[in-house]
């Protein structure tokens, strides 16, 4: 097994994920098998608890683990399908040890940081590196590790210490150090700053690792000159210097390490370049065809995001790769307007009368409207608005989770006259209780509670614009995370009144999918389909939201129907397009660096698939 380590240094936020999967990506190409490791060195077991403010969405695994959505990237990038335990954190580390402690497994021995925290993050590494993710028998051949954070946090030390023994271990030959670092260009001077680089390169020296390739961030590609500097004073050959500069779009990332022959250094480093098996020039193809048609798409589709978390796109990262990858498959340049729930509401007419009637100009303007999972009441008057809108004004609208259960209260509200139609959720006392409480659930433990992971969801109408998307299939394995779910109870009544509940699970209690037939396109999904997101297979969900915003659903229906469902390869030879991200009619800055087009950072523009 060969090991390549990503570390992150002088700033956060500089892309270590995308990087990771990049240098995967290059790999796999070159006829590798990937598999990859994140650790965060945060104390939390997992990420099913953080808030989306805090740490960006939570992403969920087929076997229901809620982890970093750096793996996220890794799935979409690699078409792998991880497991929790590729999510190493300081929670799960130090319980394990404390279990075994409380065993007596350490027979009597005082139980340290140093040697067995880090040997339990080395045998954790070598354990889950040995795991299959790609669906094949036997382990991979490489296996990628980030590292979360910054070089010097302290928080971080121990991994730090563990992975410097793990080097040595391992032996030369079969670990490879990347450190992704920034420089600066100040506007004053208009020079390439090294010194951060430097600082950071030492430190990391100091700490007992030592980098064997730089992957800088810069604004721009880096001059000769300020490679050399680098070199001299990082003690790294200056082929082994890679610029990671701003690029158009995401999926140039693997295309700039490739032109800069990164998979070269990182070969040679794990004495892997002399392999009959190991191609010299990586099978590109399909990532340079994709990268290209990204950019040059131009007729649009506005879609409005209606949540609670529009501050910070990272909340919804899963849900806007996969609207921008189907819009791929539909030929369309995507503009999102994110539209705060609670900007909708009757109160905030009085409270913030501008706000509301941007916020209702966003939604009148857009061509399709979609309500994103969440928790807890704050704006969900809002979502009910949205859906109300969309329902009546024949808006194509798709909700997932959350916004599923709110367009089945809203129907029973508006449609069916039950005024008093809630979610117990929002209403424990509500005396029409449209969605309720899972039994299996627990109120008073938050962590991993819920009805995680992939479950099976039986379509029960052949004739549904759901099951015609997913290409006629009896059935479908999707991701879920979620508490709450419709009232089966109330199921006929719905049904009588003309909501259709066409897709649910083997017992037939558990409502998955909801359509209303005579709509142009109103979906509503209990699972969370962003979440199997793949470059090359967008979500038939998004395609079929994409489509009927732009006019193209009943050709999609019938492609998907005949079998002759578009596939990448045409594609990818019709055009592509750039990403317009708008909040309040207003071009929006996104953390990460993901503005008017342009990304680098956490995500990966994809799309998913069942």
Known sequence: MKYVLV???????????????????????????????????????????MSPFEHGEVFVLDDGGEVDLDLGNYERFLDIKLTRDNNITTGKIYQSVIDKERKGEYLGKTVQVVPHITNAIQEWIERVAKIPVDGKEGPADVCVIELGGTIGDIESMPFIEALGQFSYRVGPGNFCLVHVSLV?????????????TQHSVRGLRGLGLTPNILACRSTKELEENVKEKLSQ??????????????????WR???????QKAHEAILKVLNLERMDSIAREPKLDEWIA??????????????????????????????LKALLHASVDCHRKLVVDWVASMDLEDSTAI??????KTAWNLLKGAGGILVPGGFGDRGVQGKILAAKYAREKNVPYLGICLGMQIAVVEYARHVMNLTDANSTEFDPNTKTPCVI??????????????????????????????SKLYGNVTYVDERHRHRYEVNP????????????????????????????????????AQFHPEFKSRPSKPSPLFVGLIAAASGQLDRVLQDRCTGHAVSEKHVLSNGSYTPAIHQNGHPKKLPNGLSNGTYYGNGNGNGVHA
């Not at 892309?15 to 965060?40: E, F, N, P, W, Y």
């Not at 100040?186 to 090294?194: A, M, R, S, Y």
């Not at 990332?253 to 032109?259: G, M, S, V």
């Open 253 to 259: 990332i693997p295309l700039l390490l490739h032109e």
């Open 290 to 319: 994709r990268a290209t048609i990204f950019d040059t798409l131009h007729d649009t589709v506005r879609i409005a995001m209606v949540g609670k978390y529009t501050g910070l796109s990272d909340s919804y990262l899963s849900v």
């Open 7 to 49: 570390t992150g240094g002088v700033v956060s936020g500089l892309g270590k994920g995308v990087t990771a999967s990049s240098i995967g990506v290059v790999l796999k190409a070159c006829g590798l098998r990937i598999t990859s490791i994140k650790i965060d060195p945060y104390l939390n077991t997992d990420a099913g608890t």
């Open 351 to 356: 409270e913030a009368p501008d706000s509301y």
């Open 489 to 524: 109870d109330m199921v006929p009544e719905f049904e009588n009144a003309g909501l259709q509940f066409v897709g649910k699970d083997d017992t037939g209690r558990r409502m998955e999918i909801i359509e209303i037939p005579n709509h142009r396109y109103f979906v509503g």
């Open 184 to 196: 600066p260009v100040l506007n004053v001077v208009g020079e390439q700053k090294t010194k951060p």
């Open 233 to 250: 004073f990082c003690h790294v050959p200056a082929a082994n210097i890679i610029t990671l500069y701003d690029v158009s779009n995401i």
């Open 437 to 466: 409480f899972m039994p299996e659930g627990s109120k008073t433990h938050m962590g991993a509670t819920m009805r995680l992971g992939s479950r099976r969801t039986f379509f029960k109408i052949a004739d549904c614009k759901s």
